[in-house]
Structure formats: structure tokens, C-alpha cells
């Protein structure tokens, strides 16, 4: 089950440094015997730092992009691995190599990780080596520049409004709520593709308003089920047929990612919509909480790029 009660962001290694440092002497020194003394080096205070942190503020998992263009220091509580952690927190440090435009970035990875770091499109080269006393393999990812978009004037950041639903019309109207927002990009978590919101007129017409928008306009879906839509002639199946450069649809490639019982649905203006229990109406969100929106995007990006394509749909004749 991917967690929801943690957050990622950049940190400051002059400031956070006891964080920093209390997670990596865990899992390092403590854990794997890595010696105090090759731990901590002079790259720290030259390096891009991300930081985990539970609900409760305190520090769960480090990572760091250092000026060598590598990726590394990638440590997680014992008690958190496995939750989708360490993937938000790749992500973050490739997402901050893509901004200072890279073109490569690499890694040296622990052998029993390098199934992990493939995942996100790295290989390994070179023969294995020895480093602190722990089998290490060096790995290289090529990097894709951010899109670039047109010069627009930026739209003003839409006011907060708390969204909250008991039933499905109440859910329903905080998805359109979040439709109307969208500039170009949706990001869509779901199990069956909820006929109750996506199969409902208002929602339908918005999410085809957004995918004829323009260049640009971008609609990913992760869908647990996919035969289920189909069977049941939900109607944004041949929505997707017909607009497939803008709508794209996934399935969940891994057990883990299969397993989450959630949905949410997100917008490209920091608006959330969130449901614990994927199969009930019951949620919360916001039209703009970035914190949460960075969080939950971050998870969805993650799985998104272990997710296979939806060859269930291809067979049904998408």
C-alpha cells in the first residue's frame, strides 16, 4: 500500500543538518557499518539535499544530488522502506537534475538495489567494486529536459476552497471543481474509472474541453481494472480511443502499487482530491494545497514510471 502521511522537500544542509545526519548514521554507520569517518564528507555542504518527514515532522528519509552530477547517500528508516519513500525521493533529486538542465546523471547502487534504480531508467556499466565494505555497481540514467511550454501570461493562483464529499454527487463535484481549474494536465488514480464521476456528463465534457485545448494538454490515468470500464460501456473508453495523444492510460506495474486501495484525482494548479477508499465517495481536498498536491504527485509520478502500458484496453480495441 503506497503511504499518505509523508512528505518530501528540499532541504538545507546547513540548517537540517542533525535530520540529515540522524537518518544516514542510522542506516549507514548503524545498519550496514559504513565507518563514521566515509560517511560525511566534503560533498554535503556542496550538495542538493531532499528530506522525508512523517506526519509528525520527523526525519524518515535523505537523499542528495552532488555537484559531480550523482545521485547518492539514498537512505530510508527500516519502518518506512517499502512504502514509496525512497521512490519520492528519486524522483525529487531527478526532477531537481532535470531543472539545472543535465543531461545524465549517475549513481552508485548497492547491488541488491539495482532492480529499484532500473525502474527508473537507469543501467548499469562497469564491473562491480567494493565500496565501504558493501558491493556497489555504477549506473547512469540519460535525462530528458523539461518541455518546454508557450509563452503564456500565468494564470493568477486560484484561491483555496476546501473540497469535501460524503456521497457521490458530492465527489462529483469536487472532481469538476478540479477539471475547471486545469490548465493543461490531469492526473487520475482510479480503479474502475468511477463511473459515478467519469462517466457523468459534466465531468466527460470537461476532461474532452481539456484534451482539445491545445498542444500540450496531458491526461494520465492509472487504472487498476481496466476490463471493468469496458464491459460496463463507460464512455470515457472511446474518449480515450479517439484522443490518445492526450489521454493516456496505464496499469500499475508493480504488487505494491496493485495493492493501493485509494483514489485521487489532480490538477496542474495544485488541486487535490483524495479518497482513503477508493470503492466509497468519502474525500477530502483542496483546489490549491501545493504541500499535498507535491506529495501525492510525487507518488503517482513514481508509480506512473513503473506502470505498463494498458494492454488489456489495446485487446478490447483501444
Not at 525521493?89 to 543531461?103: E, G, I, N
Not at 532492480?115 to 567494493?130: A, N
Not at 464491459?231 to 506495474?253: C, D, F, K, M, T
Amino acid at each position: 500500500m503506497i503511504a499518505d502521511d509523508f512528505h518530501v522537500a528540499t532541504a538545507d544542509w546547513n540548517a537540517e543538518i542533525d535530520d540529515l545526519r540522524r537518518v544516514r548514521e542510522q542506516v549507514f554507520v548503524i545498519e550496514q557499518g559504513v565507518p563514521v569517518d566515509d560517511e560525511w564528507d566534503a560533498l554535503d555542504q556542496d550538495s542538493r539535499h531532499v528530506l522525508a518527514r512523517d506526519a509528525d515532522g520527523r526525519a524518515i528519509g535523505t537523499g542528495r544530488l552532488t555537484p559531480e552530477r550523482r545521485i547518492g547517500r539514498m537512505a530510508v528508516l527500516a519502518e518506512w522502506r517499502g512504502r514509496g519513500v525512497g521512490a519520492t525521493l528519486l524522483q525529487a533529486l531527478l526532477d531537481q537534475a532535470r531543472t539545472l538542465r543535465w543531461d545524465t546523471v549517475e549513481l552508485h547502487a548497492q547491488t541488491h538495489a539495482i532492480r529499484f534504480y532500473e525502474r527508473f531508467g537507469f543501467e548499469p556499466f562497469g564491473e562491480h567494486f567494493d565500496e565501504c565494505g558493501i558491493e556497489h555497481v555504477a549506473m547512469r540514467r540519460s535525462l530528458e529536459p523539461f518541455p518546454q511550454r508557450d509563452a503564456v501570461v500565468p494564470s493568477p493562483r486560484p484561491a483555496e476552497r476546501l473540497l469535501k464529499a460524503s456521497d457521490w454527487p458530492g465527489a462529483l463535484a469536487a472532481t469538476t471543481a478540479l477539471l475547471d481549474d486545469a490548465r493543461r494536465e490531469i492526473a487520475i488514480w482510479t480503479r474502475d474509472l468511477d463511473p459515478a464521476l467519469f462517466d457523468a456528463g459534466d465531468s466527460l465534457d470537461r476532461i474532452r474541453r481539456l484534451a482539445l485545448g491545445g498542444r500540450g494538454a496531458r491526461i494520465r490515468i492509472m487504472l487498476l481494472d481496466p476490463r471493468a470500464p469496458v464491459a460496463a460501456g463507460h464512455r470515457l473508453v472511446p474518449l480515450a480511443q479517439r484522443l490518445s495523444s492526450a489521454i493516456e492510460v496505464r496499469v500499475p506495474g508493480e504488487e505494491t502499487d496493485r495493492q493501493y486501495t485509494g483514489a485521487f484525482v489532480l490538477n496542474d494548479r495544485g488541486g487535490c482530491f483524495l479518497r482513503a477508499d477508493g470503492s466509497r465517495p468519502d474525500g477530502a481536498g483542496s483546489t490549491c494545497n501545493p504541500g499535498r498536491h507535491a506529495q501525492l504527485l510525487g507518488l503517482f509520478d513514481a508509480a506512473w514510471e513503473r506502470a505498463l502500458p494498458c494492454e488489456e484496453l489495446r485487446v478490447l480495441g483501444i
